[in-house]
C-alpha cells in the first residue's frame, strides 16, 4: 500500500537528514525563533467564508509530474497575492518531488500561512517545519497511534503552529476528536486506489462537530465542486492539481473565492 512506502521512503530520508542536524541542534535553532501563538491560521478559517489553501505541487504518486517548469517561488507569490489563506507547501522528495527549500525560501517572501505537507511520522519533522517556516502541519490519523497523534497535537500548540489533522473515515474522525484535533481535513482521495470522490466529504462532515474546523482536502477539479463543499459545510478547501494546471492561478483563485454556494 502507497502509504506504508511513502512512510518507509520518509523514515529513510528523515534519518539522512538526522545525521547532518541532530534533534539538539534542531531544537536549538527552533528556541531562536520568536514564539508566536496568535494562530493567524485558524482565525482565518473561522472568520472567511471559505477558506482556499492553495498547494505548491510538482509531482504526485497518482499522476506522476503535474509541471516540467515549477517555478514555486513565482507560484507561492500568485497564490499570496490571491487572497489564499494558506500556501500547501510540499516537501517529500522521492514521490512529490518536494523539498525543504521550497518551503524555507517562500516562508522569506511571504506571510501568508504555510503548511508544511509531508507525512508526519517524528517530532523531528515537526521541529523541522517550525525552523523552515511553516506554522501548519499535517497529521495523518492513518499513519500515527493514538498517543502520537496526541502528543504531536501537543508539540505543535507549544510551539504555536496549527495540525490539519487527515482522516478518510469515521473511525479516524473518532480518533482525531479523542486526541483534540482543532482542524480536521477530510481526504477525498482513496489512497489504496487513489479514486477521488467528493462524496466522502459530503458523507463524513457530519460526524465532525461544528466547533471543529473543517476542510475538505483533494480532488477539486471545478467552481461547482466549490459551491457544493461549500453548501456541505466546509471551513476551506485544499487545492493542488487543479491550480498547478492553471495558467493563470491568481485569477483562479479569485475566481474560487467569489463562488456563492448556490452556483
Ligand atoms: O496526490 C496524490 O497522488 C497523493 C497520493 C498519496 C498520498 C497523498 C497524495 N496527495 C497529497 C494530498 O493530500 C494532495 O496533494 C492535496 O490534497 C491536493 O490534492 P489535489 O487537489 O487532488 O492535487
Known amino acids: 500500500m502507497i502509504l506504508d512506502e511513502l ?7 528523515m534519518q ?16 531562536t525563533i520568536p514564539l508566536n501563538k496568535n494562530f493567524l491560521f485558524e482565525k482565518k478559517l473561522a472568520a472567511d467564508s471559505l477558506s482556499i489553501i492553495a498547494e505548491v505541487k510538482k509531482a504526485s504518486p497518482s499522476k506522476g509530474v503535474l509541471v516540467n517548469h515549477f517555478s ?9 497575492a490571491a487572497g489564499a489563506t494558506a500556501i500547501s507547501v510540499l516537501t517529500e522528495k522521492d514521490h512529490f518531488q518536494g523539498n525543504l527549500k521550497f518551503l524555507q525560501e517562500i516562508a522569506a517572501s511571504t506571510s501568508t ?12 519533522m ?6 523552515n517556516g511553516a506554522s501548519i502541519i499535517l497529521l495523518i ?23 490539519i489533522v487527515e482522516v478518510h473515515n469515521k473511525n479516524e474522525i473518532d480518533r482525531a476528536l479523542a486526541a483534540h484535533a482543532r482542524i480536521i481535513g477530510i481526504n477525498n482521495r482513496n489512497l489504496k486506489t487513489f479514486d477521488v470522490s467528493l462524496q466522502t466529504t459530503i458523507q463524513l462532515q457530519k460526524y465532525v462537530p461544528s ?11 471545478k467552481k461547482q465542486d466549490i459551491s457544493k463543499l461549500k453548501q456541505a459545510g466546509v471551513n476551506g478547501v485544499l487545492i493542488g492539481e487543479y491550480l498547478m494546471h492553471s ?3 491568481k485569477a483562479l483563485i479569485t475566481s474560487l473565492r467569489k463562488v456563492d454556494h448556490l452556483d
Open 72 to 80: 514555486y517561488m513565482q507560484i507561492a507569490e500568485e497564490y499570496a
Open 211 to 221: 466547533n471543529v474546523l473543517l476542510i475538505s482536502e483533494s480532488g477539486i477539479k
Open 126 to 131: 515537526i521541529y523541522e517545519a517550525k525552523a
Open 113 to 124: 500561512p504555510l503548511l508544511r505537507k509531508d507525512f508526519t511520522i517524528d517530532p523531528y
Open 16 to 31: 539522512a537528514r538526522q545525521k547532518v542536524l541532530n534533534i539538539d541542534a534542531l531544537m536549538r535553532q527552533v528556541a
Open 7 to 13: 512512510v518507509q521512503s520518509t523514515r529513510r530520508n
Open 141 to 163: 490519523v492513518a499513519i500515527l497511534t493514538n498517543q502520537q497523534l496526541k502528543s504531536f497535537l501537543r508539540l505543535a500548540n507549544t510551539l504555536g503552529m496549527s495540525a
Open 247 to 249: 495558467t493563470n492561478k
